[in-house]
């Protein structure tokens, strides 16, 4: 919708489908998770045919699920707590709107709630197959394992995109991710938009209660009507905005956002690629396993999590392999490639000596796992980068390092995001609003947090 709406593709926004996904194994098997359920299950088969059966009904399983979840990202969350005769009326609309939800209510209960480990044993009774579905609650950014509750809802989020509109579908995107702002940018100009880079703030002017503008590191100020932080909730709330100007217990509520992530960073530059033995391009009908993904039982899941949760870091770290040069040869120089690698799992703050040298094992870990799957990568390697949670912290402003600004559970998510009782995008301070990913619906670089809290301040506007 918002990739329509603001006609980013005539701004230079498009998306390039890549290879379907490879998962290789320690006793040299492998599957590759195809777009067709019949292909999949085949691949399924030579672990459990019983799962192989069960795939299909799981999944529609989860597209009876997912338009819930489709539909609820675009609202603006009621107060679940109201206090008012308009907060009264708002969730009575609310749940007039979503009755007809009523019968499979049990079973969004159980997505939000249980982990996914117990989830997919309803189902499946293979480990390898568990874990290749199980393995979205890291892959996906969390600070978390396929054990902890309320995980289960991370098998759904895949399903929460429209694949089926003009917009296309899912993929890179052509230039890299620091394409999208780009398009978006490109877009508004049309209409008045004026981009400003470089220009760091300093703090958030508010005057009687409501936010009059900015002030810029620089010293220079900015005037407006409103103010709109794409920043995370903490520091905006924790350092863009004076302590006298929110209540303590909001500021309470936002100290407590559970934002600690473990996930991490490695960019490799490569004169050649890896080679994957258990790949046979010739019975997988395409070149090259451009996404690959490492972790394929339930314990090595969870042993890289409990390795960061005591403080350290994965000795074995799950990876997500990405290779999106091969599809888009403006990212490197001719004849080379970009790996991009999102792993997991590391600590934040490690309990011994933090990370100076430890980032250099870190990388090393990383490779040796790659390295297990696919003999004498390092040989092609002419360049590495490794972000932990505290460079992803400093970079992009994330924090504790974590792509979502916090965590996507249950009791961080819908009414009670970013805090209980500012759901609605709206803060204390007067014409000062949220739209990143602290907000409802939370990370994923949707735009969805975006559109629902614009939408939201063209009606105070109006006012």
Wanted: charged share 20%; proline share 7%; hydrophobic share 40%.
């Amino acid at each position: 919708k918002i990739i329509l709406d603001l006609e980013l593709a005539k701004s230079g926004f498009e998306t390039l489908k890549p290879p379907p996904c490879f998962i290789p194994f320690a006793d040299g098997r492998s599957i590759v998770v195809w777009p067709e359920v019949e292909r999949t299950c085949e691949e399924i088969a030579q672990f459990s045919k019983k799962d192989a059966a069960a795939f299909p009904e799981y999944q529609k399983h989860l597209q009876k699920l997912a338009p819930f979840i489709r539909q609820i990202i675009w609202e603006t969350p009621p107060n679940m707590l109201p206090r008012t005769l308009g907060d009264f009326a708002q969730l009575a609309k609310f749940g007039w709107r979503y009755r007809k939800f009523g019968p499979i209510a049990a079973d969004l209960y159980d997505i939000l709630t249980l982990s996914a480990y117990d989830y997919l044993k309803r189902w499946f009774e293979s480990d390898a197959v568990i874990a290749m579905m199980a393995y979205f609650v890291g892959g996906g950014g969390t600070n978390m394992s396929p054990k902890m509750p309320s995980t289960a809802f991370a098998l759904l989020r895949p399903l929460v995109r429209d694949h089926g509109t003009p917009a296309g579908d899912w993929g890179y995107i052509r230039g890299g991710m620091g394409s999208i702002p780009k398009a978006i940018a490109q877009s508004g100009a049309r209409f008045g938009l004026e981009t400003r880079v470089d220009a760091p703030v300093s703090h958030i002017l508010v005057r009687n209660n409501r936010a009059a503008g900015v002030v810029l590191e620089s010293g220079e100020e900015i005037a407006a009507k409103c103010v709109i932080s794409n920043a995370n909730a903490k520091a905006t709330f924790l350092g863009l905005v004076e302590e006298k100007e929110t209540p303590d217990e909001f500021r309470t509520h936002v100290r407590n956002i559970r934002t600690h992530s473990s996930c991490y960073k490695v960019h490799l530059g490569v004169e050649q690629l890896p080679t994957y033995p258990s790949f046979d391009r010739a019975k997988r009908g395409f070149n090259y396993p451009g996404q690959v993904r490492v972790g394929s039982t339930v314990d090595y899941l969870e042993q890289a999590y409990d390795d960061a949760k005591y403080g350290g870091f994965a000795r074995k770290p799950f990876l997500t392999v990405h290779v999106p040069s091969l599809l888009d040869d403006t990212i490197a120089p001719k004849g080379m490639h970009l790996m991009s690698i999102f792993a997991g799992h590391a600590a934040y703050e490690l309990k011994d000596n933090g990370w100076g040298q430890a980032r250099g094992q870190l990388l090393n870990n990383t490779l040796d796992e790659l390295e297990s799957f696919a003999p004498g990568e390092r040989s092609g390697i002419v360049h590495s980068e490794i972000l932990t949670p505290v460079d992803l912290e400093a970079r992009f402003g994330l924090p504790n390092g974590h792509v979502h600004h916090g965590e996507i559970t249950v009791d961080q998510v819908f009414f009670r995001r970013p805090v209980p009782g500012y759901a609605d995008y709206r803060t204390p301070v007067q014409n000062l609003y949220l739209c990143g990913a602290s907000a409802h619906p939370g990370g994923g670089v949707t735009g969805v947090p975006g559109h629902n809290a614009a939408r939201e301040i063209l009606k105070d506007m109006r006012k």
